[in-house]
Structures are given as C-alpha cells and as structure tokens.
C-alpha cells in the first residue's frame, strides 16, 4: 500500500472515531455533571460539557493500535526489505511508553476538570511523565553535556505542556492551532523520510479536526484539561522526536529549533505574552486571565470567531514559511 494512502486512511480513521464518539462523550458529561460552569472570564453563557479531550485520546489510541497492524500487515506481505523504515523497534517502544506517559497526563488533567486541583499537583504529574520520556530516551539532543540536555528537556516538556493548557481560552483554538501544528510536523516527517512519525502526526491532526466540530464556532463540548495537557505532552514529545530526527540528517542545532520554533509560533507567542504581563502585574504565571493574544484580538474590536481564524492564519502561514525554509536548506 502505497505511503500517502496510509497515511489518508490513518488519518480518516482517527477523524471518524473521534467525530462519531464526541456526542456519547457529550451525553455522558452532562448525565454525570462534567460541566463548565459559565461565568467569571469565560464567555460560554450555559454549562458545558467536558469530555472531549477524552474522545480525542481514545481515538488517537485505537489508531496507533491500527497502525501498528496495519505496519506489520505491510511487513508480512511485502517483507522487511520493502516495507523497513529502519529503527522499528525503538520507535514502537518509544511510542509505547508515550501513550502510557499521554494517558495519565489526560487523567491529571481530567481530576482538575473534575475537582480543581494545585498546579503543584499538575507540575508534578507533568514532571513525572517528562522523566519517563527523558529516561526511555526521548529527549533533546542540543548539547555536548547530557545534563543540559535532560534540564532543556524538562523544560521544553513543562513550558509545552502547559503552553497549550494556556491556550485553550476560546472555542476552537487550541484544537484547531493543534491540528495545523500536526499537520505540518506530519508533512516535515514525511519529506525527510520519517514515515512512521508522519503516520503518528497524521493521527493527531485527524483527531483534533474530528473534535473541531463540536467546538467551534460554537462549543458543544470542550476539551478540558485532560485534553489541552494531552495535546500539549503530545506536541512536547514528538517536537523532541521531529529535532532529533532532522539532527540525524544533518541540519543544525539552531536551524532545526528555528524551523520547529516558526510551526509552533502561536503557542510560543501566546505563552510569552500572558506570561510577561502576568509577571509585569505581579501576578501568578499559572492563574488565568483575559491576556492572551486571542483576548488581545478581540479588545481590538474582532469577534472571538474573527480571532481565533485570524491565529489560525498566522499558524498557517509561520507553518508554510518553516516549510519553504526548511526546504532551501536541503
């Protein structure tokens, strides 16, 4: 089977169950009262349900489950010779104790949906699936000294993390940033012949867009925390797999941060800028606000619709121009 057919009907696979499980999900948040309450800085104005970032987890798991079978399908057909990608192995285990790592950073995030928890509680769990990674071997290879590198990575983990926990604020802009994110490490991975990371970032991307109808422009259902720290840990995870892999083939240190620094630059920016004016107001990092650049969009007289397709946009166009970067580069 042809590589982009693979990877169209990964992604078409992930779509679909991730579509048809949000209204169960939806039914069962607000028969359990797993609602987001309106009020305060939100601008929903009746409860909504949680649940989503779960659908969104359980589908991009039942798919890598199908890619694995589909992969080893291929292999037995097709044999090794034809169908090898080289370092199967360390990819699968790597992969495997991502999703492990990926499902008890959702459940962290779905017992502060339920019950608002400490960010000392959250830091922790995000620190502790940031070990495992970095010990199963995922982690970034930018220096000469390993501890440098295990600290860079602690700190790409939490600050990914939490970047797209922070940018969850309006309906649609985390999931829709996430899947353009997705879409272009997906493309990256591809064009530098690392099929099997394409394959996964393809999932992620179907996903999401899977959800995005029920969550924009009008929210039926959000992702919640177990959602927005999933996506954010699957971001971090596979943004340290993408460097290290565009190390291997040759490109240097500053230029493959640069290119992943351009496809993740609404996060980034999003991130920094909260971040700063918090600071500036002495007020706590992790306490929200009505500061990000979405809000900042708005209070300049677009709609919260407007905004969120005009950061899609800017995604968009950072992405493409990391591409076409990339590519002079070759």
Same mark, same amino acid.
């Given at each position: 089977?042809?590589? &982009?057919?693979?990877s169209?009907?990964?992604g078409?696979?992930?779509?679909?169950?991730?579509y048809?499980?949000?209204?169960?999900?939806r039914?069962?948040?607000?028969?359990?009262?797993l609602?987001?309450?309106?009020?305060?800085?939100?601008?929903?104005?009746?409860?909504?349900?949680?649940?989503?970032?779960?659908?969104? &987890?359980?589908?991009?798991?039942?798919?890598?489950?199908?890619?694995?079978?589909?992969?080893?399908?291929q292999?037995?057909?097709?044999? /090794?010779?034809?169908?090898?990608?080289?370092?199967?192995?360390?990819?699968?285990?790597?992969? !495997?104790?991502?999703?492990?790592?990926?499902?008890?950073?959702?459940?962290?995030?779905?017992?502060?949906?339920?019950?608002? !928890?400490?960010?000392?509680?959250?830091?922790?769990?995000?620190?502790?699936?940031?070990?495992?990674?970095?010990?199963s071997? &995922?982690?970034?290879?930018?220096?000469?000294?390993?501890?440098? /590198?295990?600290?860079?990575?602690?700190a790409?983990?939490?600050?990914f993390?939490?970047?797209? /926990?922070?940018?969850?604020?309006?309906?649609?802009?985390?999931?829709?940033?996430?899947?353009?994110?997705?879409?272009?490490?997906?493309?990256?991975a591809?064009? %530098?012949?690392?099929f099997?990371?394409?394959?996964?970032?393809?999932?992620?991307?179907?996903?999401?867009?899977?959800?995005?109808?029920?969550?924009?422009?009008?929210?039926?259902?959000?992702?919640?925390?177990?959602?927005?720290?999933?996506?954010?840990?699957?971001?971090?995870?596979?943004?340290?797999?993408?460097?290290?892999?565009?190390?291997?083939?040759?490109?240097?240190?500053?230029?493959?941060?640069f290119?992943?620094?351009?496809?993740?630059v &609404?996060?980034c920016?999003?991130?920094? @800028?909260?971040?700063?004016?918090?600071? =500036?107001?002495? =007020?706590p990092?992790?306490?929200?606000? @009505?500061?990000?650049?979405?809000?900042?969009? %708005?209070?300049?007289?677009?709609?919260a619709?407007?905004?969120?397709?005009v !950061?899609?946009?800017?995604s968009?166009?950072?992405?493409f121009?990391?591409?076409i970067?990339?590519? @002079?580069?070759?």
């Open positions: 089977m042809p590589l &982009v057919r693979i169209i009907l990964l078409v696979v992930s779509f679909f169950l991730s048809l499980c949000m209204p169960i999900l039914e069962i948040a607000l028969k359990f009262n609602v987001d309450q309106p009020g305060g800085r939100k601008i929903h104005s009746i409860p909504t349900a949680y649940l989503g970032g779960i659908g969104v &987890v359980f589908s991009i798991m039942i798919s890598f489950l199908c890619l694995y079978a589909m992969i080893q399908y292999i037995e057909v097709k044999g /090794n010779v034809y169908f090898s990608f080289g370092r199967e192995n360390i990819f699968w285990i790597h992969l !495997l104790i991502f999703s492990i790592a990926a499902m008890v950073i959702s459940l962290v995030g779905l017992m502060d949906d339920i019950k608002i !928890l400490d960010f000392k509680v959250k830091l922790c769990g995000q620190l502790v699936i940031a070990a495992l990674m970095i010990l071997g &995922v982690y970034l290879h930018l220096f000469d000294h390993w501890i440098l /590198n295990v600290a860079f990575s602690v790409w983990y939490v600050i993390t939490n970047a797209f /926990n922070l940018l969850d604020n309006m309906n649609g802009l985390t999931a829709g940033i996430s899947a353009i994110v997705f879409l272009f490490l997906s493309v990256l591809y064009v %530098t012949q690392n099997l990371l394409s394959f996964c970032l393809i999932i992620f991307c179907g996903s999401l867009l899977g959800f995005l109808p029920f969550n924009f422009p009008k929210a039926s259902i959000f992702l919640g925390d177990a959602g927005s720290l999933f996506i954010g840990f699957s971001i971090a995870s596979f943004g340290v797999l993408m460097f290290n892999h565009l190390i291997l083939k040759g490109l240097s240190n500053p230029y493959a941060l290119v992943l620094a351009a496809i993740l &609404v996060p920016l999003d991130t920094l @800028t909260v971040s700063m004016i918090r600071i =500036k107001n002495k =007020k990092i992790y306490i929200g606000d @009505t500061n990000h650049l979405s809000h900042l969009l %708005t209070r300049s007289g677009l709609s619709v407007h905004a969120v397709l !950061l899609y946009g800017l968009f166009v950072f992405g121009a990391s591409m970067y990339f590519l @002079t580069l070759k």
